[in-house]
T-cell receptor, first 112, second 115 residues
Framework: QKEVEQNSGPLSVPEGAIASLNCTYSDRVSQSFFWYRQYSGKSPELIMSIYSNGDKEDGRFTAQLNKASQYVSLLIRDSQPSDSATYLC????????????FGIGTKLQVIP | GAVVSQHPSWVICKSGTSVKIECRSLDFQATTMFWYRQFPKQSLMLMATSNEGSKATYEQGVEKDKFLINHASLTLSTLTVTSAHPEDSSFYICSGTGTVDNEQFFGPGTRLTVL
């Protein structure tokens, strides 16, 4: 059973701070990793994808991947109240068919 | 990103009736579409994977005769919940992939309430 683990939170950070969201996964041969944002009552929205070890930056978001440690993280700089949402970590299954396994999601609360 | 639409966005039906949900990829060809279900305060649960022109692959525990999936074209997949019961009430979300590297793009979801 492939697993993706996240702390469900809530993670509370003050406005303007850096929010750090973490995720570990069990499938050692996974190659593709994703972060989705889901607002309450809405469907997930893709924020970042990362495939290689290291950092990938897109605006205020930075995804970090360490395949040796089976760890992927998302940093949100200058957090805004509009960033308050649940952040889902997703890992592509190595078995094909483009399936991904989602974590339970971390609820982020940005306090004004 | 790529755009996926779903219709209807919400539906209320009586127990025992069937409900069809459509999922369309608007600006890309979705070689694979996925159907998820999400109960309140829970994560996404994959129900099935469908590839255009072939039978859907259902996850363990999902009744294929109850949740009928058709992926007739590269832009359209449908989910029919047959003989719906109150326990089927949930948020159903489709996603499509077909661009690069397994990125899935989600539709806005359909909220089903079975009375």
């Amino acid at each position: 059973q492939k697993e993706v683990e996240q702390n469900s939170g809530p993670l509370s950070v003050p406005e303007g701070a850096i929010a750090s969201l973490n995720c570990t996964y069990s499938d050692r041969v996974s190659q593709s990793f994703f972060w989705y944002r889901q607002y309450s009552g809405k469907s997930p929205e893709l924020i970042m994808s990362i495939y290689s070890n290291g950092d990938k930056e897109d605006g205020r978001f930075t995804a970090q991947l360490n395949k040796a440690s089976q760890y992927v993280s998302l940093l949100i700089r200058d957090s805004q109240p509009s960033d308050s949402a649940t952040y889902l970590c997703a890992v592509a299954d190595s078995g094909g068919y483009q399936k991904v396994t989602f974590g339970i999601g971390t609820k982020l609360q940005v306090i004004p | 990103g790529a755009v996926v639409s779903q219709h209807p966005s919400w539906v209320i039906c009586k127990s025992g009736t069937s409900v069809k949900i459509e999922c369309r990829s608007l600006d890309f060809q979705a070689t694979t579409m996925f159907w998820y279900r999400q109960f309140p305060k829970q994560s996404l649960m994959l129900m099935a994977t469908s590839n255009e022109g072939s039978k859907a692959t259902y996850e363990q525990g999902v009744e294929k005769d109850k949740f009928l999936i058709n992926h007739a074209s590269l832009t359209l997949s449908t989910l029919t919940v047959t003989s719906a019961h109150p326990e089927d009430s949930s948020f159903y979300i489709c996603s499509g992939t077909g661009t690069v590297d397994n990125e899935q793009f989600f539709g806005p979801g359909t909220r089903l309430t079975v009375l």
